[in-house]
């Protein structure tokens, strides 16, 4: 029982995680019936998708790398659109994530 809702409350943190990425891709305004339905579906999937799950907790890493790496370097770039802004880091972010999971399934030698 204790092991089910660690699981649990991984995937609800899984869900937070990703509903801030996507939230301003998917959404023009969030609110927090989006955020919280959004959280739900992702965590709902991740439990789904449990076998998976080094997989997604990559993704996750190497999008919240990139979500540092984009806000230090739009802090130069993006100064007064800050509307622009949030949008650019979060696709930068799930584009990032995106990449990963592709090249975990299409592999061919550059050398």
Do not use: D, H, Q
Request: glycine residues 4%.
């Amino acid at each position: 029982m204790e092991a089910l809702l660690i699981l649990i409350l991984k995937c609800i943190l899984l869900g937070i995680i990703w509903a801030a990425l996507l939230i301003p891709i998917i959404f023009n305004r969030g609110g927090w019936l989006k955020y919280l339905i959004t959280v739900a579906i992702i965590a709902l999937l991740c439990y789904l998708l449990r076998g998976f799950a080094p997989t997604i907790n990559k993704m996750t890493i190497i999008a919240l790398i990139t979500l540092v790496i984009s806000w230090i370097t739009s802090m130069a770039v993006f100064e007064k659109e800050s509307k622009v802004k949030s949008k650019v880091i979060s696709f930068a972010c799930v584009m990032a994530a995106a990449a990963y999971l592709i090249s975990n399934w299409i592999s061919f030698g550059i050398l």
